[in-house]
């Protein structure tokens, strides 16, 4: 059973940072691709940034500069330091995981997400 638990949602004003977290169960021994993706209502959930185990990221071009993934491949935990952040930047925010390999050795295809945080942020 894969497990995502996200933490570090909330709200904050203009200007301000947050620190989201995403941590994978236990069985979970390597995850390729871990990131996060956020959705407003009505809208399509988008890549806000990811990145694979080897280091490589890709971050959406709005918040370039201003938020920073990081990883800890040995605990199976991503975060988002978001930085400067503006009122767009409200939404709920998820965490993803793809390519995921078990303890067991047993290799998950598709992508797992997380139960999603609120982030708000007030002008």
């Known amino acids: 059973q894969v497990q995502l638990v996200e933490s570090g949602g909330g709200l904050v004003q203009a200007g301000g940072s947050l620190r989201l977290s995403c941590a994978a169960s236990d069985s979970i021994s390597r995850i390729n691709v871990m990131g996060w993706y956020r959705q407003a209502p009505g809208k399509q959930r988008e890549l806000v940034a990811d990145?694979?185990?080897?280091?490589?990221?890709n971050y959406a071009a709005s918040v370039k500069g201003r938020f920073t993934i990081s990883r800890d491949n040995a605990k199976n935990t991503v975060s988002l330091q978001m930085n400067s952040l503006k009122p767009e930047d409200t939404d709920v925010y998820y965490c993803?995981?793809?390519?995921?390999?078990?303890?067991?050795?047993?290799?998950?295809?598709?992508?797992?997400w997380g139960q999603g945080t609120q982030v708000t942020v007030s002008s």
């Open positions: 990145m694979t185990s080897g280091g490589s990221t």
């Open positions: 993803r995981a793809d390519r995921l390999t078990s303890r067991s050795g047993y290799h998950y295809t598709g992508a797992y």
